[in-house]
């Protein structure tokens, strides 16, 4: 048999494992190098060792979401990664938080605060800037619309009030729910995400709609001005 032919089988025989065990407990007991490494097998070519990419994967960018949110070219420089392998990782990426969005509109409603921040990690977080993301809902708590407000500076979130208020007449909103993504940092706000914060809640109230809640998503963590009491 070619020595090709040998590599192949052998390489086969290991995803096809991983693939059972994906199969039986989903990703429980997998270590994060297998998961991206049950991945990589479907980019890549069936010749490929794709542990040691994997595990270069995460040397590189220390965590999964860190791999999915970087960009192609960053991707690339790992040897082994092709465009392929990239271009898989990116749908993924967008895949998932095309899901998470999709099911908010489905169920129209967040029905817990881990839910919106899971929605929020899917869509915001992995920005490499600072973005600011409006979501209108309705009397029944229901999300009319949602959208990306703006995008600033790592170090300072550009929100526009004005904006907000339009926003909540175009869509007939009743209350309003704002979020914003610390890339790289810790969630907890800054003296301007404060000031945000508060001008938001003013302007609004103008046209006696209410600030429902304000999250600020980091790496691995959130803060919720709700929860931590600045709305009682």
Excluded: C
């Excluded at 800037?129 to 995008?151: F, I, M």
């Amino acid at each position: 048999m070619p020595e090709k032919e040998k590599i192949k089988k052998h390489y086969h025989g290991h995803w096809e494992r991983l693939r059972q065990r994906f199969i039986k407990s989903g990703f429980e007991g997998f270590h994060d190098y297998e998961i991206l490494e049950l991945l990589l097998t479907y980019a890549s070519k069936p010749a490929t060792d794709t542990k040691p990419i994997a595990k270069a994967l995460l040397e590189r960018f220390k965590t999964i979401p860190n791999v999915l949110d970087a960009r192609p070219e960053e991707l690339e420089g790992i040897p082994g990664v092709g465009p392929k392998a990239a271009q898989f990782f990116q749908i993924l990426r967008t895949t998932i938080s095309r899901y998470f969005k999709d099911k908010v509109f489905e169920q129209k409603a967040f029905l817990s605060l881990n839910e919106l921040v899971d929605y929020l990690r899917a869509v915001i977080g992995g920005k490499k800037n600072e973005v600011v993301h409006v979501l209108y809902l309705n009397s029944k708590n229901e999300l009319l619309h949602a959208e990306d407000l703006g995008e600033g500076t790592v170090s300072e979130a550009v929100a526009f009030p004005r904006k907000i208020v339009e926003g909540t007449l175009k869509f007939g909103a009743t209350s309003v729910i704002i979020a914003h993504n610390h890339p790289g940092g810790l969630p907890e706000p800054s003296g301007n995400d404060n000031l945000i914060t508060d001008a938001v809640k003013k302007a609004l109230s103008t046209v006696s709609v209410s600030l429902q809640e304000h999250v600020i998503i980091s790496d691995d963590d959130y803060f919720s001005y709700r929860k931590s009491g600045y709305f009682d």
